[in-house]
């Protein structure tokens, strides 16, 4: 009897752990719907400010200024700036397993070639992946918010625009999980800085763009930098969501199966308690 009292407990503590878990995946699924939306606008939204900033460049007469060049050229010697976008919890798979090893990977890289590294990370996963081994490299940690926050957004890119003012870096990398589906992220590592000058050879017209000003590019620059920090956020959020969903839809169904396999091994052991028990009266009632 003890054993079936066992298996009933256990049965039900799965069923628990079955509805939190089911919960998990809902609540994971409705985040990522509203995000991926979002992550729409935003493609739009780089498309826009990159086409604008390789029209004005294509004019012949526009001439960088000295604080300008600083974000488009690459200086010797200066830092490595390296974002990482981790998650700010668990349950999400292996989400953050691809990011650490590929930024493990690269600082090694660019160690055996004697480059200065700085880390900025996002997402307590991947501080606590990162800390130990990295504590010297780590020039600011970021929790993530619960919710898309642009506050966070706006802090990174002050950080990264200030490196880059103060000569301390030269060059920027961000990795983030790129969302594909549900079931698959794209780990991907992008160049923020330097800005790559794209090429159009078709004519622009010195009139398309009104602004009144000495300031255009720069501007452009902290809205082309922004723009990308938003990008990744938004991506890795998505990506973690989905991870999150995925993660607990086989846990919900690895509940199930462990369910029905409790249920049937709890069926069995009545069975063979009334079977016993059957056997005891009849072999009584022959004795007498």
Do not use: W
């Not at 995946?25 to 939306?37: D, E, G, T």
């Not at 981790?86 to 999400?92: D, I």
């Not at 870096?169 to 961000?174: A, H, L």
């Not at 995925?246 to 063979?272: C, F, G, P, W």
Request: glycine share 2%.
């Amino acid at each position: 009897m003890s054993n079936l009292k066992q298996l009933r407990t256990r049965i039900k503590s799965v069923k628990s752990t079955q509805k939190i878990t089911k919960a998990m995946q809902l609540v994971s699924a409705s985040k990522m719907a509203k995000i991926k939306s979002q992550i729409a606008n935003s493609n739009f939204y780089i498309e826009a400010i990159s086409k604008m900033m390789s029209d004005i460049l294509s004019i012949d007469m526009y001439e960088l200024s000295i604080e300008e060049q600083k974000f488009f050229n690459t200086i010797p010697n200066k830092a490595n700036l390296l974002i990482v976008m981790a998650s700010q919890r668990g349950l999400c798979g292996t989400f953050n397993y691809s990011i650490i090893k590929q930024v493990k990977n690269d600082i090694k890289e660019l160690e055996n070639k004697g480059e200065q590294i700085k880390l900025i990370i996002i997402g307590k996963k991947g501080y606590e992946a990162l800390k130990r081994q990295y504590a010297n490299y780590i020039d600011s940690y970021f929790e993530l918010p619960k919710i898309h926050d642009e506050n966070l957004m706006l802090q990174v890119k002050q950080k990264i625009m200030s490196a880059v003012e103060n000569l301390e870096v030269s060059n920027c990398v961000i990795y983030f999980n790129k969302f594909k589906n549900a079931m698959t992220q794209i780990m991907t590592r992008q160049q923020i800085l330097p800005i790559e000058k794209y090429h159009d050879d078709s004519k622009v017209d010195d009139d398309y763009y009104e602004y009144e000003g000495e300031n255009l590019i720069s501007n452009l620059i902290n809205l082309y930098v922004n723009s990308q920090i938003n990008y990744a956020l938004l991506q890795s959020r998505a990506s973690e969501e989905g991870a999150r969903m995925t993660a607990m839809e086989n846990a919900t169904n690895n509940a199930n199966d462990l369910i029905s396999k409790l249920v049937l091994k709890l069926n069995r052991s009545r069975q063979a308690i009334i079977t016993t028990e059957l056997i005891e009266i009849i072999a009584g009632s022959e004795a007498v």
